[in-house]
């Protein structure tokens, strides 16, 4: 019996050495100047396996197509010095959500009187404001940030995003059974400056603004003005939508929208109103 103990231990010490996967000792060092939170906003389920990606990519040479959103420029600067190799440039982003029913905008006609779950309360109800498309206010997206970045206004019944804690992991992106956050770049300027369509809400205009006195009525006339200029908003099924790509942040459309479903991080300024034509007597 020794014998035959002595003989698989040989076997299995053999057969260690013989299928033994030598990992690559950078893959921890890559690893340790990762932020370590798993929030798989880089496209990989944790932070070693976007280590694992980074130092493949250093095999071949190129590493500019990765990117960790939590330890942003730093982190990447520090992997690329690492390698030796240049990490490209990413655009810095934010998670916005994208709806302005607040309860004095959209106030409340029915009351849920179950939990408290916007997954939920989307499955079998429309909402306190009767909108099938606003924000149920349950705080989904709230409890799932792992980074304390967005929390319910008690106030507005909105999420408030905050930028400095954002690190547009997408978790309350996926929350949110309706659709309403999404991941945006935070502006081509230094202010930050950005405009969104603040609203999801794809009913007829007169439907729309019923349940909320700031919703999208699908008029164009932001369409309009911003054709005049770089043609950034497009409409479709009675909603607007505005390509940050290509939106200048100049303010315009906020001017022109009449229910004020254009959100902008500044101040825009409306244009004033046309003389009328003196009437020749």
């Known amino acids: ?21 030598h990992e690559d000792p950078r893959i921890d060092t890559v690893a340790e100047m990762l932020p370590g939170i798993n929030c798989g906003a880089c496209g990989f389920p944790g932070c070693r396996q976007m280590a694992e990606a980074l130092v493949r990519g250093a095999e071949s040479g190129d590493i500019s197509g990765l990117f960790c959103p939590p330890g942003g420029g730093d982190a990447m600067n520090e992997i690329g010095g690492f390698f030796g190799l240049d990490v490209g440039s990413e655009k810095q982003t934010v998670a916005v959500v994208r709806c302005g029913g607040s309860r004095d905008a959209a106030p409340s006609r029915t009351v849920f009187d179950a939990a408290q779950s916007c997954a939920l309360q989307h499955a079998v109800h429309a909402g306190r404001s009767g909108c099938p498309f606003g924000c149920l206010g349950c705080g989904d997206c709230e409890r799932v940030c792992p980074f304390d970045a967005i929390i319910v206004n008690p106030e507005t019944g909105l999420p408030e995003v905050d930028e400095q804690r954002c690190t547009s992991c997408g978790k309350c992106v996926v929350a949110c059974p309706r659709d309403l956050i999404q991941i945006r770049p935070v502006g081509k300027t230094r202010k930050h400056k950005r405009v969104w369509i603040n609203c999801r809400n794809t009913q007829k205009g007169g439907l729309a603004k019923k349940n909320c006195s700031v919703s999208c009525i699908g008029c164009g006339k932001c369409v309009k003005v911003c054709d005049d200029i770089v043609q950034a908003i497009t409409m479709d099924n009675n909603l607007a939508y505005i390509d940050p790509d290509i939106c200048i ?25 046309k003389k009328k034509e003196a009437v020749d007597a």
């Open 1 to 21: 019996m020794a014998g035959t103990a002595a003989l698989f231990a040989a076997v299995l010490f053999w057969a260690s050495r013989r299928f033994a996967v």
């Open 249 to 273: 942040s100049c303010g315009k459309c906020v001017g022109v929208c009449p229910t004020g479903a254009i959100a902008a991080t500044f101040p825009a300024v409306r244009p004033k109103p």
